[in-house]
């Protein structure tokens, strides 16, 4: 149990390589191998002369060595690592360290980059070139090998959008864009499957969690969170789930959004009728109120300037036709009355 939590801590720990500069080996090795190739020449050459040269021998077996065996062997082991990127490899199944920085490095040849991603990625792009069909303008595909090296660059994932239940049990349709990059090459390779894939599924399930705490939109509740109304707060606390989920796998969210938000197709054309009698409501209270301060003003400002003295049944006519005025929907039609309301 010991030396299985000791690997698991050593390969969650990302170990940078310090590998040799690729130009002076190339430039040595070439040379070498022309010396050897040059040695295996001139010893044959001796054995040809004399049967027994001891050294025409050993010239022939060195340069055949080096020149045929062990320099053609060492040229596998040049890397070039381009800006933002990295080569996680291992040693007969061992993993040794990663390769970062830009240049141009020798490793062991026997050592293999390792990428579960590329593998995945090339098979999925196998199955697309060979369904192409071949056209009088098209060009027969090749099959695309993916490369072994991981990218520490910043990189968008939109995942399709989905139905999802709402707190209040409202279908919605939602998605989201999630802005994010490697931190740890040797977690994202080793502790996962496919960090792709394993990314993707974690945004899925992080995203249904996130949403069914909140409704779609509120009734004019000004603390109450809702999806619409809420938006950053409901973004930051699906990055912070998300990154949850996805820290094992030495990735870090640097952003997540939410692209597009809008009601189930089912309920949708209920939902905008009530949208809309919400906000007829609303503005029918907002009227009424100020109707009935301008109503009550009014009523002061007759008292108080004592321009005329009504009694209950003539306050209540002033205001009944105040009201009607202010709250109608359309314009006033006066009626002059040249007799006595009694």
């Keep these: 149990m010991t030396n299985i939590v000791d690997n698991k801590k050593m390969y969650s720990e990302e170990v940078e390589l310090n590998a040799m500069k690729g130009m002076p080996c190339l430039v040595m090795n070439i040379l070498a191998t022309i010396a050897a190739i040059v040695a295996f020449v001139f010893g044959v050459i001796m054995i040809d002369a004399d049967g027994n040269s001891t050294v025409g021998v050993v010239l022939t077996v060195v340069g055949a060595i080096y020149g045929f065996i062990v320099g053609p062997m060492v040229f596998p082991g040049f890397r070039v690592i381009k800006p933002n990127e990295a080569l996680v490899l291992t040693l007969f199944g061992r993993y040794i360290g990663t390769l970062k920085g830009e240049g141009f490095y020798w490793v ?15 098979q999925q792009g196998m199955s697309l070139k060979q369904s192409f ?12 090998r993916e490369s072994k090296k991981l990218s520490l660059k910043a990189m968008t994932l939109s995942n399709e959008k989905q139905k999802i239940n709402d707190q209040l049990g409202n279908p919605i349709i939602i998605g989201i864009v999630v802005i994010w990059k490697i931190i740890n090459t040797a977690k994202a390779v080793f502790n996962v499957d496919n960090y792709k894939e394993y990314l993707s599924i974690q945004c899925d399930s992080a995203l249904r969690n996130i949403v069914r ?17 809420s938006s950053l707060e409901v973004a930051e606390k699906l990055r912070d789930e998300i990154q949850s989920k996805v820290e094992v796998a030495g990735l870090e969210i640097t952003e997540a959004r939410i692209t597009h938000l809008s009601y189930s197709e089912e309920i949708a054309a209920a939902m905008l009728q009530r949208q809309q009698a919400s906000a007829i409501i609303d503005a029918r209270q907002m009227i009424v109120e100020g109707a009935v301060g301008m109503v009550e003003m009014a009523l002061e400002r007759l ?11 003539r306050k209540a006519a002033m205001v009944s036709n105040l009201l009607v005025v202010l709250c109608g929907n359309k314009d006033a039609q006066p009626i002059v009355n040249s007799g006595s309301i009694y």
């Design 108 to 122: 062991n040849p026997f050592c293999v980059g390792v990428n579960p991603a590329a593998n995945v990625n090339a």
């Design 133 to 144: 069909s071949i056209g009088e303008n098209q060009t027969k595909g090749q099959i695309i």
């Design 213 to 229: 705490l909140y409704p779609y939109d509120t009734a004019g509740h000004d603390n109450e969170k809702s999806l619409r109304g």
């Design 303 to 313: 008292n108080e300037k004592e321009i005329v003295k009504l009694d209950e049944e």
